[in-house]
């Protein structure tokens, strides 16, 4: 079994950053993807970026040149750093580890962008 911790989210006026973090307990062994999702209210959950164990990244195109997501496996902890944040960039953020045929998620983490 793998949990998840989430950490770094909050209010954060427009233009503003964020630094997210997530870290990673329990059994995980081999290759796996960490990745970030959100959910804001009435919508769908969507990906915001991942991250192979070989640092190949994928980012939405609503944050890409915003945002940057890294890992360090040997603390099996995942970064989203978010730049020049948007209101609609408002939602909870999810944190996923994908290891074979099963996914983990975190317990999510609040992100508000409002003046």
Known sequence: QLQLVESGGGLVQPGGSLRLSCAASGSIFGIYTMGWYRQ??????????????????NYADSVKGRSTISRDNARNTVYLQMNSLKPEDTAV???NVHAGKNDYWGQGTQVTVSS
Do not use: D, H, M, N
């Open 93 to 95: 953020y999810y944190c």
């Open 40 to 57: 804001a209210p009435g919508k769908q959950r969507e990906l915001v970026a991942g991250i192979t164990s070989g640092g190949r990244t």
